[in-house]
């Protein structure tokens, strides 16, 4: 079973079409984080949880918005989809480290978002 | 604010060869960590190795050695005797304390590997 679950892996959508894509882990990691990938722009997150119910802003936040109302799953909506929103979305989870190695993040496969 | 800044959109190498990426990064926290990743034209991205400010020497992971110079903020990474499948793009992501454990990427190298 794969740690994290992205669904939908391939989607293509019509502009002013809501969207959601899907996270799903088996971790039971405490934080989740959205995050979309674009050429020269490297990874940018987009939102993040870091608990049930508990969600924040990232850096490219405006036009989407999440949800988190159990620890294994984590929804990101589009609420209206525009072109500048097609990209590669990444889920991913981690665990509060201490001391010592930290691995980061574990990482979804993502989903490649058209919006046409 | 963190940054993290690659500077080489893309680099080549001969197959057997060391090569370096580097990374810069800047924040004004003194407890972070530095990642690396490397995300093949798969698509997945695959952890490499870690360096954590406080670390006093620095990391390696088989084939690949983190350069940390502290003082220049520099965490460069080092692929010891490349191979084809290392061709992919790597990722210099760093994380501070705190702060919801929220991880900040560069922009990313396109390493190739020749014959």
């Known amino acids: 079973d794969a740690g994290i679950t992205q669904s939908p892996r391939h989607k293509v959508t019509e502009t002013g079409t809501p969207v959601t894509l899907r996270c799903h882990q088996t971790e039971n990691h405490r934080y989740m984080y959205w995050y979309r990938q674009d050429p020269g722009h490297g990874l940018r997150l987009i939102h993040y949880?870091?608990?049930?119910?508990?969600?924040d802003k990232g850096e490219v936040s405006d036009g989407y918005s999440v949800s988190r109302s159990k620890t294994e799953d984590f929804l990101l909506t589009l609420e209206s989809a525009t072109s500048s929103q097609t990209s590669v979305y990444f889920c991913?989870?981690?665990?509060?480290?201490?001391?010592?190695?930290?691995?980061?993040?574990?990482f979804g496969s993502g989903t490649r978002l058209t919006v046409v | 604010a963190q940054k993290i800044t690659q500077t080489q959109p893309g680099m080549f190498v001969q197959e057997k060869e060391a090569v370096t990426l580097d990374c810069t990064y800047d924040t004004s926290d003194p407890s972070y960590g530095l990642f690396w990743y490397k995300q093949p034209s798969s698509g997945e991205m695959i952890f490499l190795i870690y360096?954590?400010?406080?670390?006093?020497q620095n990391a390696t992971e088989g084939r690949y050695s983190l350069n940390f110079q502290k003082a220049r903020k520099s965490a460069n990474l080092v692929i010891s005797a490349s191979q084809l499948g290392d061709s992919a793009m790597y990722f210099c992501?760093?994380?501070?304390?705190?702060?919801?454990?929220?991880?900040?990427f560069g922009t990313g190298t396109q390493l190739k590997v020749e014959l």
């Open positions: 360096q954590g400010s406080y670390d006093q």
């Open positions: 991913a989870t981690s665990k509060r480290t201490g001391q010592g190695i930290d691995y980061g993040y574990t």
């Open positions: 992501a760093m994380k501070i304390s705190g702060g919801g454990n929220k991880l900040t």
């Open positions: 949880s870091y608990g049930v119910k508990d969600t």
